[in-house]
């Protein structure tokens, strides 16, 4: 019978029908199985998958099919991110409604996920732009709204001009707007917050039980929230009623003081400087600043700009009168907006200070000695100096002091402040989820009721309108009936953040068709927290913080039983080409379609597991592409040039080395894919040992037993399968198996198997190699080494000479060093 050829458009295609007709990836249900939660974030449904999609998906996919072959019930589902700016900006452009656009990408996008083979439960898939979903976001706004979680207010927030949208801190990047990058300006608008902060301390602290996450991840989360302990110490404001807090981490250094600072938006700057002969020429500075990105105004490195308004603050301890002065590196949302100036111990005030000739009063005398003058700021402990009653105490020791006598004068008090600020949620766009809340002159603000939900986004609306929500251009939409009254009222027209969307979606798969509630409590706490999540570094802060603060507020309200959402977390490198990450703008993109047409879906997802660890960047490249391609090549003709004994059968005999060394060669690999797959997740290192073990089967005698050369074939086939399982399962079935490989056990590994009766030692000499002994396993050092001296080739080598040391590697080599 000839030899069949590898055909990958066939085999696949073949495949792909026979999962979805046999629903071979539906979530399993077996009360008796352990529950596995397999996720890759889910994408926005852009129109294209790129081959960093490729990636992620088919790690995940890996590890779904090698949890359902160890006996998990396994949950791998798929949905889309499909609110936010960018399909909005292309109705504009093109005058297509995004409700269109975005669900014809998601259907190429559905398609192509498929082409790869990836394992998904598609009865759980889900769209956030589908009613059905935002129904249940517009349903948990408001039970954060309950829970005194929601609240609106007037602030100066983050504004992209581009986007005619709102950003929340966390969505400026270096300046910019993170979708466009347009540089973003201070507006000040009546917003919609979520109260993240209520919960700084828990989304901290709970980091330590997270070992499943990479560390650069937890660094990354533990600076955005940025707890400090300080003090906030009041100063009055002479000749006013007015006072003002500042905070600070560094209390001892209170008797320092030469000015106070206050952020430039800071709401006293009005109050202090209104009529005053300096007004206009302040509110210009003012301006000025506004206009500054954050990171400019706090980077190390930018310039300090400030100006004196010509008040004075009072001393707390010393009566003295210290200039109020307001400057660019001081943000009215980090601590109270206002700082105390202690040039001698501070290098930011020490530099500010210098620019503008404001008095250095040292208070710590640091131990190693007197000091002359002030060159820098002295950051070091030691002794208090010019600081009253204090003097003479260690700094630390007056710290808590000072800090005591503050508390008893009502003028101060220990404090915790955070960089992290409650999340700002309003946007000024159309595609996104409506806030479901009413505004009634009679009643205030009032919650749609429940039974109203969804508040539907209106299909008719102005999307090129710059400066408000495009759902405000629909009066239909805006006029509404309050339901506490039943007198006229307006809706809100600002719809949500899209990262809220984002921020549960993992549990909605668990019951995504249920109509009746946002999803089954018992069925969540069955799967979740999810075991495995996979996506990008850059969701670091974003999605992952927001994503555990939801959880947190869940469990609160007693609808989950878990704090964290992701139990372990693998956060894969880009896909690069020449070093840059792969884009349309650089012109450096590959298809996947052109990947998978030329060579098959398996060829792309080797390649992505083999080129590098999963953890790391993966450069592009050809010839890797073509490896990948001739080793399944390989693969198959191993299968198909050994089918007569495949198929023959029969029971192995392992009776001469080449059968132990091949059983062993065949459960070292069983060994090390399984570890490498289901623990350290090296996904590359996993293929490079299914690779050494179709070489060791080529190296086979063909004397051999065959029998055991059909169970190592086998077992190379079982091994593939998770990582290129359309080739794995044609081949299987070749085999004449009765079971789909699907439905097949994961391979176990003898540990006896991996025990040889002998070992064979290279001997050296002087670091050459001279000879090969073979010892029995179970012999000592000093046996190999006796051994090893006394043999006749090396003992004729060495006669005469000096033995100066004897170097023994365990079961690989003796190194006689000689004189």
């Given at each position: 019978?000839?030899e069949?050829?590898?055909?990958?458009?066939?085999?696949?295609?073949k495949?792909?029908?026979?999962?979805e007709e046999?629903?071979a990836f539906a979530t399993?249900?077996?009360?008796?199985?352990p529950y596995?939660?397999t996720?890759?974030?889910?994408?926005?449904?852009s129109?294209?998958l790129?081959?960093?999609?490729?990636?992620?998906?088919?790690?995940?996919?890996?590890?779904?099919?090698?949890?359902?072959?160890?006996?998990?019930?396994v949950?791998?589902?798929?949905?889309?991110?499909?609110?936010?700016?960018?399909?909005?900006n292309?109705?504009?452009?093109?005058?297509?409604?995004?409700n269109v656009?975005?669900?014809?990408n998601i259907d190429f996008?559905?398609?192509?996920?498929?082409?790869?083979g990836?394992?998904y439960d598609w009865?759980?898939?889900?769209?956030?732009?589908?009613?059905?979903?935002?129904?249940?976001?517009?349903?948990?706004?408001?039970?954060?709204?309950?829970?005194?979680?929601?609240?609106?207010?007037?602030?100066?927030?983050?504004?992209c001009?581009?986007?005619?949208t709102?950003?929340?801190?966390?969505q400026?990047e270096?300046g910019?707007c993170?979708?466009?990058?347009?540089?973003?300006?201070k507006?000040?608008?009546?917003?919609?917050?979520?109260?993240?902060?209520?919960?700084?301390d828990?989304?901290?602290?709970?980091?330590?039980?997270?070992?499943g996450?990479?560390?650069?991840?937890k660094?990354?989360?533990?600076n955005?929230i940025?707890?400090?302990t300080?003090?906030d110490?009041?100063f009055?404001i002479?000749?006013t009623d007015e006072t003002?807090?500042?905070f600070t981490t560094r209390?001892d250094?209170?008797?320092g003081?030469?000015?106070l600072?206050?952020?430039?938006?800071?709401?006293?700057v009005?109050?202090?400087?209104?009529?005053?002969?300096?007004e206009?020429?302040?509110?210009?500075?003012?301006?000025a600043?506004?206009?500054?990105?954050e990171?400019?105004?706090?980077s190390?490195d930018?310039e300090?700009?400030?100006?004196?308004?010509?008040a004075f603050?009072?001393?707390p301890l010393?009566g003295?009168?210290?200039?109020?002065w307001?400057a660019n590196?001081?943000?009215p949302d980090y601590?109270?907006?206002a700082?105390?100036?202690?040039?001698?111990?501070?290098?930011?005030?020490f530099?500010?200070?210098?620019?503008?000739q404001?008095?250095?009063?040292?208070v710590?005398?640091p131990?190693?000695?007197?000091i002359?003058?002030?060159?820098?700021?002295?950051?070091?402990?030691?002794?208090?100096?010019?600081?009253?009653?204090?003097?003479?105490l260690?700094?630390?020791?007056?710290?808590?002091?000072?800090v005591e006598k503050?508390?008893?004068?009502?003028a101060?008090?220990?404090?915790?402040?955070?960089r992290?600020?409650?999340?700002?949620?309003s946007?000024q766009?159309?595609?996104g989820?409506?806030?479901?809340?009413?505004?009634?002159?009679?009643?205030?603000t009032v919650?749609?009721p429940?039974d109203q939900?969804?508040v539907?986004?209106?299909?008719?609306v102005?999307?090129?309108?710059?400066?408000?929500?495009?759902?405000a251009?629909?009066?239909e939409?805006?006029?509404?009936?309050c339901?506490?009254?039943g007198?006229h009222?307006t809706?809100?027209?600002?719809?949500?953040?899209t990262?809220?969307?984002?921020?549960w979606?993992?549990?909605?798969y668990?019951?995504a068709?249920d109509?009746?509630?946002v999803?089954?409590?018992?069925?969540?706490n069955?799967?979740l927290?999810?075991?495995?999540?996979?996506?990008?570094i850059?969701?670091?802060v974003?999605?992952?913080?927001?994503?555990?603060?939801?959880?947190?507020v869940?469990?609160?309200a007693g609808m989950?039983?878990?704090?964290e959402?992701f139990?372990?977390?693998?956060?894969q490198?880009?896909?690069?080409?020449?070093?840059?990450?792969?884009?349309?703008?650089?012109?450096?993109?590959?298809?996947?379609?052109?990947?998978?047409a030329k060579?098959g879906?398996?060829t792309a997802?080797?390649?992505?597991?083999?080129?590098a660890?999963?953890?790391r960047?993966l450069?592009?490249?050809?010839q890797?592409?073509?490896?990948?391609?001739?080793?399944l090549?390989?693969v198959?003709?191993?299968v198909e040039?050994?089918?007569a004994?495949?198929?023959?059968?029969?029971t192995?005999n392992?009776?001469?080395?080449a059968?132990?060394k091949?059983?062993m060669?065949?459960?070292?690999?069983?060994?090390k894919?399984?570890?490498?797959?289901?623990?350290?997740?090296?996904f590359?290192?996993?293929?490079?040992a299914?690779?050494?073990?179709v070489?060791a089967i080529y190296?086979?005698?063909?004397?051999a037993?065959?029998a055991?050369?059909?169970?190592a074939i086998?077992?190379a086939?079982r091994?593939l399968?998770?990582a290129?399982?359309?080739i794995a399962?044609?081949?299987w079935e070749?085999?004449?198996?009765?079971?789909?490989?699907?439905?097949?056990?994961?391979?176990v590994y003898?540990?006896?198997a991996?025990?040889?009766?002998?070992?064979?030692?290279v001997?050296?000499?002087?670091?050459?190699v001279?000879?090969k002994?073979v010892f029995p396993?179970s012999?000592?050092?000093?046996?190999?080494?006796?051994a090893?001296?006394?043999?006749?080739?090396?003992?004729?080598?060495?006669?005469?000479?000096?033995i100066?040391?004897?170097?023994v590697?365990?079961?690989k080599l003796?190194?006689?060093?000689i004189?």
């Amino acid at each position: 019978m000839s030899e069949r050829r590898y055909e990958p458009a066939q085999i696949e295609q073949k495949w792909q029908t026979h999962w979805e007709e046999t629903r071979a990836f539906a979530t399993g249900s077996d009360p008796n199985k352990p529950y596995y939660y397999t996720l890759e974030q889910f994408p926005y449904p852009s129109g294209r998958l790129h081959m960093g999609h490729v990636r992620v998906y088919t790690i995940g996919d890996v590890v779904a099919r090698f949890k359902k072959q160890q006996g998990y019930n396994v949950l791998h589902p798929m949905g889309w991110d499909a609110f936010g700016m960018p399909a909005e900006n292309y109705a504009i452009k093109h005058g297509v409604h995004p409700n269109v656009s975005t669900y014809e990408n998601i259907d190429f996008m559905k398609k192509q996920q498929k082409e790869l083979g990836i394992s998904y439960d598609w009865s759980r898939e889900l769209a956030t732009c589908s009613p059905d979903y935002y129904r249940w976001t517009q349903w948990l706004f408001q039970l954060f709204y309950e829970r005194d979680l929601a609240y609106k207010k007037k602030a100066a927030v983050n504004w992209c001009p581009e986007c005619s949208t709102v950003l929340a801190n966390e969505q400026v990047e270096d300046g910019g707007c993170w979708r466009c990058g347009t540089e973003v300006v201070k507006k000040d608008l009546e917003q919609w917050f979520f109260r993240i902060t209520d919960y700084a301390d828990r989304l901290l602290d709970d980091l330590d039980n997270l070992p499943g996450w990479p560390d650069k991840v937890k660094t990354m989360q533990r600076n955005w929230i940025g707890k400090s302990t300080g003090a906030d110490v009041t100063f009055a404001i002479a000749g006013t009623d007015e006072t003002v807090t500042v905070f600070t981490t560094r209390p001892d250094t209170l008797f320092g003081v030469s000015y106070l600072v206050l952020a430039p938006e800071h709401e006293l700057v009005g109050k202090l400087i209104a009529g005053t002969p300096r007004e206009q020429e302040i509110k210009a500075f003012v301006d000025a600043v506004r206009k500054a990105s954050e990171i400019e105004r706090t980077s190390t490195d930018a310039e300090k700009q400030g100006v004196s308004i010509d008040a004075f603050a009072v001393h707390p301890l010393t009566g003295e009168q210290v200039p109020i002065w307001i400057a660019n590196y001081v943000l009215p949302d980090y601590g109270t907006g206002a700082v105390m100036g202690v040039p001698a111990h501070d290098e930011r005030d020490f530099e500010f200070a210098s620019k503008y000739q404001l008095p250095k009063q040292v208070v710590i005398q640091p131990a190693a000695g007197e000091i002359g003058e002030l060159n820098a700021a002295i950051t070091e402990d030691g002794t208090m100096v010019n600081s009253g009653e204090f003097d003479g105490l260690h700094n630390r020791e007056a710290l808590v002091k000072i800090v005591e006598k503050l508390s008893g004068m009502g003028a101060g008090s220990m404090t915790t402040s955070f960089r992290l600020r409650d999340w700002l949620i309003s946007r000024q766009r159309y595609w996104g989820a409506p806030i479901p809340m009413i505004q009634c002159s009679a009643c205030g603000t009032v919650p749609v009721p429940k039974d109203q939900l969804p508040v539907l986004l209106p299909e008719q609306v102005d999307f090129g309108v710059k400066g408000k929500s495009p759902l405000a251009t629909n009066d239909e939409f805006v006029n509404t009936t309050c339901p506490s009254c039943g007198g006229h009222a307006t809706r809100e027209t600002d719809t949500m953040d899209t990262f809220i969307d984002s921020s549960w979606y993992y549990l909605r798969y668990i019951s995504a068709q249920d109509e009746t509630k946002v999803f089954d409590t018992e069925a969540v706490n069955n799967w979740l927290p999810v075991d495995k999540y996979i996506g990008g570094i850059e969701h670091a802060v974003l999605h992952l913080l927001y994503s555990r603060f939801f959880t947190k507020v869940l469990y609160d309200a007693g609808m989950v039983n878990f704090t964290e959402p992701f139990e372990s977390l693998l956060t894969q490198g880009m896909v690069v080409l020449n070093g840059a990450k792969m884009s349309k703008s650089k012109g450096n993109v590959v298809s996947p379609e052109d990947i998978i047409a030329k060579y098959g879906a398996d060829t792309a997802r080797v390649f992505m597991l083999f080129a590098a660890p999963p953890d790391r960047d993966l450069e592009w490249s050809d010839q890797g592409i073509e490896g990948a391609h001739r080793f399944l090549g390989r693969v198959w003709r191993m299968v198909e040039s050994n089918m007569a004994i495949i198929r023959r059968g029969g029971t192995p005999n392992i009776a001469g080395d080449a059968e132990k060394k091949m059983r062993m060669a065949m459960h070292a690999a069983i060994k090390k894919v399984t570890e490498d797959i289901g623990e350290r997740y090296q996904f590359n290192t996993a293929i490079s040992a299914i690779m050494e073990l179709v070489n060791a089967i080529y190296s086979y005698p063909e004397q051999a037993n065959a029998a055991l050369k059909a169970e190592a074939i086998e077992t190379a086939v079982r091994l593939l399968y998770p990582a290129a399982p359309h080739i794995a399962s044609e081949l299987w079935e070749a085999m004449g198996k009765a079971k789909s490989l699907i439905e097949v056990a994961w391979p176990v590994y003898d540990q006896s198997a991996l025990v040889l009766d002998e070992i064979e030692y290279v001997v050296q000499i002087n670091g050459k190699v001279r000879d090969k002994i073979v010892f029995p396993a179970s012999a000592t050092r000093e046996e190999v080494e006796k051994a090893v001296i006394e043999s006749e080739k090396v003992h004729a080598l060495i006669e005469g000479k000096t033995i100066k040391k004897v170097i023994v590697v365990p079961s690989k080599l003796v190194n006689l060093v000689i004189g």
